[in-house]
C-alpha cells in the first residue's frame, strides 16, 4: 500500500475517494501494529485521514 499511494497522497485519485476510505482501515492497522517507520508514506496518508474535520466528528460520535 505504501507504494501504491499516489504522489497526492491518496490511492486512486487525487482528491479523496471511496477507495481512500476503504484503505484507510488495514493502514490504521498497520499504524497500530508500529509499521510507521517501515511504510512512511503509509502513516502520512492515516495522519491526513485523522486530521479530516469528519474523521474527527465520527470518532467523537463514537466515543459517546
Do not use: C, W
Not at 15 to 35: C, H, K, N, T, V
Not at 41 to 63: K, N, S, W
Amino acid at each position: 500500500m505504501n507504494d501504491v499511494l499516489r504522489p497526492s497522497g491518496h490511492f486512486v485519485l487525487d482528491d479523496l475517494s471511496a477507495a481512500d476510505i476503504m484503505l484507510s482501515f488495514p493502514a490504521e492497522i498497520a499504524m497500530m501494529q508500529g509499521r510507521a517507520k517501515d511504510f512512511p508514506r503509509l502513516a502520512d496518508f492515516v495522519e491526513r485521514i485523522h486530521a479530516r474535520p469528519a474523521y474527527q466528528r465520527a470518532t467523537a460520535q463514537g466515543a459517546d
